[in-house]
């Protein structure tokens, strides 16, 4: 039984940019700053807001927190957006989301410039990731897709299902794993027989955000485990006790993807100002 350790791999990740980022102010004698946007003060997003902040610290980075009123308008916080993409000293742009139901979330998202979209957002860069073209991934999506290359499991001709289609996790996990020639299915609340579709599954990725929902009857014998969940009660998406005898791997809730999405930002932040910085 494998357990996909997320903290031990994210730690790795860190370790790497650490020296990359010491690499880039040594070159250009300036510190990569990630800018994050906090609209409101949904008390979930502060703490996000907080731990983007302190990972940037971990690795030598500069994180700018702007923080506006729960009454920001679109046009408001698109001027925001737009003053940071004109910014020399910001190399990524981080809209935490949710955002107040008045705002345009994606009219936001897609207002983040590519080349500083390092969470992955705007559709134009989820256009160019779903076939396969250089852009920045969903954070998330691509933690999963990296720790499983990670930890050796074979992606190529198996068969996926992946529980959810939110344009953040579930869809672009989807194409990222066609992208590694899997063959996979999207299942979500209208899928008939639901059971018998994760049944056929050598890798299940739970993204439907709801606890404990993934039973352990569902599960194939030896198929890989992704939880990308994390409910009330630091519990994941998948009945973990009721599903680890059935599976070969697993990642752990807490411990598996949450950490490595946090990797996975500050390594396209990384990415971002290198491009940016030293052109």
């Not at 609209?39 to 700018?64: E, F, I, Q, T």
């Not at 073209?133 to 691509?142: D, E, G, N, V, W």
């Not at 499983?148 to 939110?166: D, H, L, P, T, W």
């Amino acid at each position: 039984m494998l357990i996909i350790d997320g903290k031990a791999y994210a730690l790795e990740v860190e370790e790497e940019l650490r020296a990359r980022v010491a690499a880039i102010k040594e070159k250009c004698g300036r510190t990569p700053v990630l800018a994050t946007i906090l609209v409101g003060d949904n008390p979930a997003s502060v703490v996000y807001v907080r731990m983007k902040g302190n990972a940037c610290a971990r690795v030598g980075m500069l994180s700018r927190k702007i923080e506006l009123p729960g009454d920001t308008t679109t046009e408001q916080l698109l001027d925001t957006i737009n003053a940071l993409n004109n910014d020399p000293e910001v190399c990524g742009i981080l809209l935490q989301h949710p955002v107040p139901k008045q705002i345009d979330e994606q009219a936001c998202f897609n207002a983040i410039s590519l080349e500083k979209d390092v969470d992955g957002v705007n559709t134009a860069g989820f256009g160019r990731m779903s076939i396969g073209l250089p852009a920045y991934k969903s954070a998330t999506p691509l933690a999963i897709i990296s720790l499983m290359k990670r930890y050796g499991i074979q992606m190529e001709g198996k068969e996926a299902v992946v529980i959810g289609r939110s344009a953040i996790l579930g869809k672009p996990v989807a194409a990222l794993l066609l992208n590694e020639n899997a063959t996979v299915t999207i299942a979500h609340s209208r899928t008939k027989n639901l059971p018998e579709v994760v049944k056929r599954a050598d890798i299940v990725v739970a993204a439907v955000g709801k606890p404990l929902f993934v039973q352990g009857d569902w599960i194939k014998e030896g198929a890989v485990l992704m939880d990308a969940g994390y409910n009330k009660g630091n519990v994941g998406d998948m009945d973990l006790e009721a599903c680890i005898p059935h599976c070969s791997a697993y990642t752990p809730v807490p411990g598996g993807v949450g950490p490595v999405t946090i990797a996975m930002l500050m390594k396209q932040t990384v990415e971002a100002a290198e491009s940016l910085m030293l052109k």
